[in-house]
C-alpha cells in the first residue's frame, strides 16, 4: 500500500486502511505540507520549519504500527524492529514538530491496541516511542519518564505541549519541574479548570 494513501484516509475519515504488504513512500510531501499548513493556522505563536523527511519517517512509523495492529500473526521482534527504526534526521524543534504532524494519532493508535490487550507487545513499542517524542505522547498512560527539554525549549511547542497536558490531565507530565511552572502559570486564577492537575500541582491544599 503507498503510503499517501493511508495519510489521505486517516486525514479524511479518521480510519486508516493498511495492507500486510510492503508500504510504499511515495510522495507524501504534499500531504505533509498541507497537513502543516491547516497546523500552522491553530497554534500559538510561529511554528518550526517543517522537515519533511521527518514527517515521512513518522507516517511510516504509524504505518507499521497500525499494521501490526491488524496483522496479527507478526513476531513480535520483526514488529520491534519496525517501531524502532530511528529517525534519520537529528532531533530538533523543526523535528518535533514536523514527527508530530503524524505522531498527534499516535495516543489514538496506542487506544486501540490496548483494546485488543493491555499486555499486548505493540502497546509497549508504541509507549517506547511516544517516550522518545513527548510532545506527540501527551495522555498516553504508560509512557513513564520523558525529557521535554528539547519542546520546552521552543516558545510554540511548548504552548503547545502545555494545552495538550491541560486538555487530557495528564498529570505524569509533572514530573519535571519545568513543566510543573509551565502548566501552573498557565492555569494562573483558574485551577477548577484542570481539578486533576491543580491538586497534582498542590497537593497540600
Not at 498512560?141 to 497536558?165: F, K, M, N, P
Amino acid at each position: 500500500m503507498e503510503l499517501p494513501d493511508f495519510l489521505t484516509q486517516l486525514a479524511e475519515s479518521g480510519v486508516a486502511l493498511v495492507a500486510p504488504d510492503e508500504v510504499v513512500r511515495g510522495d507524501v510531501g504534499k500531504i505533509l505540507r498541507g497537513w502543516d499548513a491547516v497546523q500552522r493556522r491553530e497554534l500559538a505563536g510561529i511554528a518550526p520549519a517543517l522537515d519533511t523527511e521527518a514527517a515521512a519517517w513518522a507516517a511510516e512509523r504509524l504505518y507499521r504500527g497500525c499494521q501490526a495492529l491488524v496483522c496479527r500473526d507478526l513476531p513480535p521482534a520483526e514488529m520491534e524492529q519496525m517501531l524502532r527504526l530511528p529517525c534519520p534526521v537529528e532531533v530538533s524543534p523543526a523535528v518535533d514538530y514536523s514527527v508530530d504532524l503524524v505522531f498527534r494519532f499516535l495516543p489514538d493508535l496506542v487506544a486501540l491496541a490496548r483494546r485488543v490487550a493491555r499486555s499486548d507487545p505493540l502497546v509497549g513499542g508504541l509507549q517506547a516511542l511516544g517516550r522518545d517524542w513527548p510532545l506527540s505522547s501527551v495522555g498516553i498512560e504508560g509512557v513513564g519518564a520523558v525529557d521535554s527539554t528539547r519542546v520546552l525549549a521552543h516558545a510554540t511547542l511548548r504552548q503547545l505541549y502545555v494545552d495538550r497536558i491541560l486538555a487530557t490531565g495528564d498529570t505524569a507530565r509533572l514530573r519535571e519541574e519545568t513543566v510543573r511552572v509551565a502548566v501552573k502559570t498557565a492555569l494562573g486564577a483558574f485551577p477548577e479548570l484542570a481539578p486533576d492537575l491543580a491538586a497534582a500541582l498542590n497537593p497540600a491544599s
